[in-house]
């Protein structure tokens, strides 16, 4: 059964840092990876999905980078704002059924 | 294209009521997606649905729990009998198709009481 891990749980940076958010799975037989940010209260907006076939995609200030092998991914944020605060989760779809897994999230506070 | 589109925003329920919970999917997306969020919790599936057919139920608890997704019309949550541990946040997400990324609604935050 597949496992998905986050670290760091909590990240709180100045405005203007890049920064680096960590994801781990322990099933490298994975579809695709999909990275969501979720505000509180609110639900989840897709940031970047990325396909097994894939090493990384790119949108605005966003990196995500995928490394099958090593059962990881990286979520690099450029030039942070305080509108980035908000839980980061990380995502494998599992079992026939492609449901989610998800990491338990990194809750991160940009501060002005 | 509204996206996943998810009522009511809030449901509250006396113990012992029933909740439903609707999800219309995003246009074009055939594959529905449930998943709940208790608090303090990460998001857990429940169940798998496609036009008429429920497809893996595994995570939906066996007892007072029901989904559907009719020809016509939303994709219902049906919760009978509610108890104070069914309190969540619940998502449904939709897609395309297997592998194609999932789009998920804003969720209903069920408070029973």
């Known amino acids: 059964k597949q496992e998905v891990t986050q670290i760091p749980a909590a990240l709180s940076v100045p405005e203007g840092e890049n920064l680096v958010l960590n994801c781990s799975f322990t099933d490298s037989a994975i579809y695709n990876l999909q990275w969501f940010r979720q505000d509180p209260g609110k639900g989840l907006t897709s940031l970047l999905l990325?396909?097994?076939?894939?090493r990384e995609q790119t949108s605005g200030r966003l990196n995500a980078s995928l490394d099958k092998s090593s059962g990881r991914s990286t979520l690099y944020i450029a030039a942070s704002q305080p509108g980035d605060s908000a839980t980061y989760l990380c995502?494998?779809?599992?079992?026939?059924?492609?449901?989610?897994?998800f990491g338990s999230g990194t809750q991160l506070t940009v501060l002005p | 294209n509204a996206g996943v589109m998810q009522n009511p925003r809030h449901l509250v329920r006396r113990r012992g009521q029933e909740a439903r919970l609707r999800c219309s999917p995003m246009?074009?997306?055939?594959?529905v997606y449930w998943y709940r969020q208790l608090p303090e919790e990460g998001l857990k599936f429940m169940v798998y649905l496609q036009k008429e057919n429920i497809i893996d139920e595994s995570g939906m608890p066996k007892e007072r729990f029901s989904a559907e997704f009719p020809k016509e019309g939303p994709s219902i949550l049906r919760i009978q009998q509610v108890v104070r541990g069914d309190s969540a946040a619940y998502f449904c997400?939709?897609?395309?198709?297997?592998?194609?990324?999932?789009?998920f609604g804003s969720g209903t935050r069920l408070t029973v009481v």
């Open positions: 997400a939709s897609s395309p198709g297997q592998n194609y990324g999932y789009t």
């Open positions: 995502a494998v779809p599992e079992g026939s059924a492609r449901q989610l897994t």
């Open positions: 246009k074009g997306h055939s594959h």
């Open positions: 990325i396909q097994s076939s894939q």
